[in-house]
Each structure stands twice: as C-alpha cells, then as structure tokens.
C-alpha cells in the first residue's frame, strides 16, 4: 500500500476546487475590481471616508497604498488567506483523522511499516498538494501583475508577496495536523476546517482593529505581510520567524503523539 498515492488519490479533488476558487477570486479583484477603483479613485475615497476608521481596518482597507496593484493585492490577501486555510486545513484535518473518523487505526498501524514513514508519506501528500495549488496562484498573480501594474515593474516583489499565501497556509496546515492528531475524535473535517480559517481571519482582523503588537505574535495571517513584501522587498523577520517557529513546534509534537501514543480503544 502506497500511503502518498492513496491520501493524494483520496484528497486532490477538493483541493482542486479550492484552488479554482481562490484563482477566480484573484482574477475578479485584479480584472475586476481594481480598474474600477482607479478610475473612480475620488468617489470611492469619499464613500470610504464615511466610514467609520474601525470598519476600514477591520476589512483590511489602508487607504495610503489602496489604489495601486500592491496596496490593492494586499486588501485582496485577508480574503485569498481565509479560503487558503480553509483548505490548507481540510487537506490535514482530512488526511491525519482519517483512521480515527473511520475506526481503522488499529488495522493501519499493525500493518509492516513503521508509523514514523506513514506520518511522512501523509504529510508529503497533504503538502504536495499545498505546493502544487500555490504554483497556479503565483503564476496567476504574476500575470496579472505584469498585466495590470504600472512600471517599472519588481518581479521579485511580486513573487515574494505571492509566496505568503503558501506560507500562511503551511502554518495553518501544521494547527490542522496537530488538531486531528491529538484529538479523540474529529466529527466534520469540513466544520473544523472552516473554524480554523474563520478564527485566523478574525484574529487578523482584531490585529487590525487594535493593532497590538503582542496579538500579531498569535496571528497567523500577519506572519508574513503582502504589503510589506510588495512595497519593502521581505517579510518582517520577527513575525516571519514566529510563523516558522510555530510551525515546527506543531508539527514536531505532532509527529512525537502520532509515532509513539497508544492505539485507542474502538
């Protein structure tokens, strides 16, 4: 039994979908939304103006860079983060509680093959796909940005900011990982994974209301900030740094619980 074919043969299909609708929704906000902001630069000022200073921060709108591709890129970011992780979590909720949702744990793990390989195989699967899914959505926004930016254009800025998405989701992949490993049971992949995202995005959008920066520290989506990598050329390597340490405390504890804890009782 091949472990990465089964789980990428069992998962690609959503990853598929999810991955075509954050590509629609960067390609309706580049070819959409942005020419009309800019040609009605005034008028859309002035609406936002009306607004309470709360609401702009809240939905990510900073109006200093708003009405270029970077700044515009950005806002569309908190939006592009909340599905990626959605299905950055699905992909691990989905591949590591699959044992316990369908009470075969014990028929896997007494099979001749170490548990340490099937831990690896799953998560090559589950981040092949990541990988693969991020690839389209680079490549996309590096066509739109060469189609619609002004010059002179930075092509390693792009990328850079391009590449948070995949960042971003790796976090979330690993609290997904951790979740299914170390809890009893695991109800709805698809209710689990859409809370994991919805509470990044909410916690981003406290960030910005409040802009502590102490909460940054426990708000994944601002690990590794677009607009930054867009206007700067890096992330800020604090929080960057945070993301990666996080990262590999999750995933490290959770290969430790999924190697060496018992088999529960069915």
Same mark, same amino acid.
């Given at each position: 039994?091949?472990v ?6 069992r998962?690609?299909s959503?990853a598929?979908?999810?991955t075509g609708?954050i590509?629609a929704?960067?390609?309706?906000? =580049? ?9 009605s630069r005034a008028g ?5 103006a009306?607004?309470?200073? !709360?609401?702009?921060?809240a939905f990510?709108l900073?109006l ?10 950005s806002f569309g970011?908190?939006?592009?983060s909340?599905?990626?992780t959605?299905?950055a979590?699905g =992909?691990g909720?989905?591949i590591?509680?699959?044992?316990k949702?369908?009470k075969?744990?014990d028929?896997?793990l007494? #099979?001749? *093959?170490a548990?340490?390989?099937?831990f ?5 699967a589950?981040?092949s796909l990541?990988l693969a899914s991020n690839?389209? +959505?680079? !490549? ?5 940005y060469?189609a619609?930016?002004?010059a002179p254009?930075?092509?390693?800025y792009a990328?850079?900011?391009a590449?948070?998405?995949c960042?971003?989701e790796?976090v979330m992949?690993s609290?997904?990982?951790? !979740?299914?490993?170390?809890?009893r #049971?695991?109800r709805s992949?698809?209710g689990? !994974?859409?809370?994991i995202?919805?509470?990044? +995005?909410l916690l981003?959008?406290l960030?910005s209301l409040?802009e ?5 520290y =426990?708000?994944?989506?601002?690990y590794?900030?677009?607009?930054k990598?867009?206007?700067?050329g890096?992330f800020?390597a #604090?929080?960057a740094?945070?993301?990666?340490a ?10 430790? *619980?999924y190697t060496r804890?018992?088999?529960p009782a069915?």
């Amino acid at each position: 039994m091949n472990v990465f074919r089964f789980e990428l043969r069992r998962v690609w299909s959503g990853a598929v979908v999810w991955t075509g609708i954050i590509v629609a929704l960067l390609v309706a906000l =580049i070819t959409g939304a942005l020419p009309a902001f800019m040609d009605s630069r005034a008028g859309v000022e002035s609406m936002l103006a009306s607004f309470p200073p !709360a609401f702009a921060a809240a939905f990510g709108l900073q109006l200093d860079n708003l009405f270029s591709f970077g700044g515009f890129y950005s806002f569309g970011f908190l939006y592009f983060s909340l599905f990626g992780t959605i299905m950055a979590a699905g =992909i691990g909720l989905d591949i590591f509680s699959r044992e316990k949702r369908e009470k075969c744990m014990d028929f896997l793990l007494t #099979k001749p *093959r170490a548990r340490n390989r099937l831990f690896v195989e799953k998560m090559l699967a589950a981040l092949s796909l990541i990988l693969a899914s991020n690839v389209l +959505f680079v !490549a996309e926004s590096l066509a739109l940005y060469r189609a619609y930016a002004p010059a002179p254009l930075e092509f390693g800025y792009a990328l850079l900011a391009a590449s948070s998405l995949c960042c971003t989701e790796i976090v979330m992949f690993s609290i997904a990982v951790f !979740a299914a490993v170390f809890a009893r #049971k695991v109800r709805s992949v698809s209710g689990a !994974a859409t809370a994991i995202g919805f509470a990044g +995005f909410l916690l981003s959008a406290l960030y910005s209301l409040l802009e502590e920066e102490k909460l940054r520290y =426990i708000t994944p989506f601002q690990y590794f900030d677009t607009a930054k990598a867009f206007f700067d050329g890096a992330f800020e390597a #604090k929080y960057a740094l945070t993301g990666v340490a996080l990262t590999l405390v999750l995933l490290c504890a959770s290969y430790l *619980r999924y190697t060496r804890a018992d088999i529960p009782a069915l």
